[in-house]
Structure formats: structure tokens, C-alpha cells
């Protein structure tokens, strides 16, 4: 089976589940990127800053970029992905089978048109509708437009719960739907043990974080839509004596994050960190805050469980069906409420014996989200269209 795949960048999440699809047998593989970012420094519009991984994102499997002509390239609009040779670039490896991952872009669109009907194209995305507030006409019109695009695949990988309800609104028969779940590398975050945790401490004791505090970790982009300041507005509502806050990672909103955290003695803020930092991060916590008004799925919080860290997550994150087990490993708020978030805060650092059990938990619930359960559903999705071109 030649199965093609084509992504938008290199991305840290999926280069590895592309190296164990390549160790399979059976399968040979080659990914089709349409634009260079991650692999090369770009600038991250979230971060604020220009942004190169340090882990290896094209290593260990086929991969082909192919030129991309737009004159504002990137994934922050539907014409910065412009390929006009990915049609040729895929056809001269004569795949079996073409997956996509994601839609947004003009490129894909063109791609499809092209290639309808030709191959089985196959489709992963995470989009929900968690966020959505009652529909208007355009987005009815948008919503009968959806139809029409998914009806082109042969087979639908869907992540999570509230992904796949997303493509069942849009009329995605269930017998095309296949169990492809989020994953992060679980062995990377896992592999450091108690060198890590060492390293973790260390850090904890430059940022001069009490060593008796437990730490409530929020990592990622400082923007509006992560929600950091109802995080910390919660945390100060919280009046928590033994926990310190921290904020790792950059945006527009750092500055008002700091001018509002003020002289607050158990408030910390560190400068962003690279891949190969992340691990020491998490381990650095005892509990991880997603806040976010809207976020398609929130691998961070893939990564802080593989650590062992307990979570808490809106109920916009889409992750929360399928990762967060109230009580067992955290809890949920109500997204945008403040009020919800700090009752949640209180009570999950309310007893430390229990915070213990929710952090060996999340590391239990994870592993079942893998590049290995992601590979079934993909292999499953493959056995289906076979079937049917066959039959």
C-alpha cells in the first residue's frame, strides 16, 4: 500500500507517528508538506516571535515539500498555502491512497477537485462545534458546503468524541468514520524519570518557587483566545497560600499578564520553551490549566498527562470527552467563566493525597492515546476503502 499523505508543515506532534507509519510493513509512505515552518525559523503570529523546533521533524520518513508560490505563505490563511505542483508532485508517486490532514487552504481544495474519483482520499481533522453559538444563514450555508466537501472521501479519521460529532452533523455516514485519536510522543515525555524530575526541581528552585508549593502550569500561547488572564484572575481570586503559578510561553498578552500578576509573591512567568524543554515544563507542575474559549482538540494536554500531571480544561477544549475523567484526573469548567475556573482551581488543590492519584491517573488514561491507536484507525480506514474499490 502506497499511501500518500499531505500536511501543511512539519509539525512536532505528527513527525513521529509519520517514523512509526514508515516501520510498519506493508505500508510505504511519503508526506507532501506545503510549507516549510518548524523546519526552518518562522515566524509564530501566537507567540509573537520567530519559532524553529529542536527535535527532528523530517527524519525518519519519506517527505517531499513542495513549492509553495504564495506571496503571503502560511497557515493563518486559506490562500497561504498555494502548490499549484502537488497534483504532479503526488501523481508521480503513484499512491494507492491519499490522506489529508486539515482543509483551510487553497491548495487542498485544488487538490480534490483534481483527484476525486481517481484514488481513495481519506480525511483527518479535529474541528467541533463545542464553541458555537446558534447558526446564521452564512453559517448554514457553510454547514451544507461541509457536506458536500466530506462527501468526496472514502473514509473519515476522527480524534476524539466531539470531533466526530462534528462530522456526523455533517452528514458523515458512521461506517465511514474510523478512531484515529490526538496523539504526542508518550516515550519522549516518559523516557526522562528521575533525571528529569531532577532537572525539574532545579528549575522549579531558579524561578524561586517554593519547594513545599504545588504549581499550577499554564503553557503555551499568551492570546486571547488561551484565556491566561482568566486564569490568572481565578488563581487570584483563589487566595491558594501553598500553590504557585506558572506562565510558560510568549504572546501579545505577556505584558498585561505581568502589569495585572503585578507584585503578587506566587505568580511566575518564564520565556518560552523549545520541544526539548517541554518535558521538564510539565514536570515542573502538579496540575495543568487549559483555559481556551476555543481549541480543536489541546495536545499540551496530551503532553502534561504522558508526564503524569492532573488537568484542567474548558469545556470548549476538545480533548475534555475523551481525556479528562472528573475526579479521576481533573475536571472541567465552563469556558470564559472565572468563577467556574476558580471553584475548579479550589478544588483540585484542595487535597494533596488525591492530587497525587488524579496525576497517576492522567498517565494511565494517555497511553491509550497513541501513535499505536492512531496507526489502528488509520489501517482500519484503509481495509474499508480497499474493500470497497474492490468490491
Not at 453559538?133 to 450555508?141: E, F, K
Not at 476524539?160 to 474510523?178: D, I, T
Not at 524530575?197 to 492570546?223: N, S, T, Y
Not at 487566595?239 to 505581568?258: H, I, P, Q, Y
Request: glycine share 8%; charged share 25%.
Amino acid at each position: 500500500m502506497k499511501l500518500a499523505v499531505i500536511a501543511s508543515h512539519p509539525v512536532q506532534y505528527y513527525a513521529p507517528w509519520f517514523q512509526a507509519l514508515t516501520r510498519r510493513e506493508g505500508i510505504q509512505l511519503r508526506v507532501f508538506y506545503l510549507w516549510d515552518a518548524g523546519v526552518k525559523e518562522t515566524l509564530d503570529r501566537g507567540f509573537g516571535k520567530a519559532v524553529k523546533w529542536d527535535i527532528p521533524l523530517l527524519d525518519g520518513y519519506e517527505n517531499e515539500l513542495v513549492p509553495n508560490v504564495s506571496r503571503d505563505p502560511g497557515t493563518h490563511r486559506f490562500f497561504g498555502l498555494r502548490n499549484p505542483s502537488l497534483s504532479d508532485a503526488v501523481g508521480r508517486f503513484s499512491p494507492d491512497a491519499v490522506l489529508l490532514i486539515g482543509y483551510r487552504y487553497d491548495s487542498l481544495f485544488r487538490f480534490v477537485a483534481k483527484w476525486s474519483g481517481r484514488v481513495p482520499l481519506l480525511f483527518r481533522g479535529d474541528s467541533h462545534r463545542l464553541a458555537q453559538t446558534p447558526g446564521d444563514a452564512w453559517r448554514r450555508v457553510k454547514r451544507h458546503l461541509l457536506k458536500l466537501w466530506f462527501r468526496r472521501f472514502s473514509a473519515i479519521l476522527y480524534v476524539g468524541q466531539a470531533n466526530r460529532g462534528y462530522f456526523e452533523m455533517h452528514g458523515v455516514r458512521p461506517e465511514k468514520l474510523f478512531f484515529s485519536p490526538h496523539a504526542v510522543d508518550n516515550d519522549r515525555f516518559q523516557s526522562g524519570g528521575q533525571e528529569m524530575m531532577a532537572d525539574a526541581r532545579r528549575w522549579r528552585e531558579e524561578l524561586g518557587i517554593p519547594p513545599q508549593h504545588r504549581v499550577v502550569l499554564f503553557a503555551g500561547k499568551f492570546e486571547e483566545n488561551k484565556r491566561p488572564l482568566d486564569l490568572l484572575a481565578a488563581f487570584k481570586a483563589g487566595r491558594f497560600r501553598d500553590a504557585t503559578l506558572l506562565f510558560v510561553g510568549d504572546g501579545r498578552l505577556e505584558k498585561e499578564l505581568r502589569e495585572t500578576a503585578g507584585d503578587t509573591a506566587n505568580i511566575r512567568f518564564a520565556p518560552f520553551q523549545n520541544q526539548s524543554l517541554m518535558p521538564r515544563a510539565y514536570a515542573a507542575a502538579d496540575l495543568c490549566v487549559l483555559p481556551s474559549l476555543s481549541e480543536t482538540w489541546g495536545l499540551a494536554v496530551n503532553e502534561a498527562m504522558a508526564v503524569g500531571r492532573a488537568v484542567v480544561v474548558s469545556n470548549h477544549v476538545g480533548c475534555a470527552a475523551d481525556l479528562v475523567r472528573p475526579m479521576e484526573n481533573g475536571l472541567v469548567f465552563d469556558a470564559g467563566d472565572v468563577g467556574s475556573l476558580t471553584a475548579a482551581l479550589r478544588e483540585a488543590l484542595s487535597d494533596h493525597e488525591r492530587l497525587a492519584r488524579w496525576c497517576e491517573a492522567s498517565r494511565r488514561i494517555v497511553a491509550d492515546y497513541s501513535y499505536d491507536a492512531a496507526t489502528s484507525g488509520l489501517l482500519r480506514a484503509l481495509d474499508y476503502v480497499n474493500g470497497r474499490k474492490s468490491a
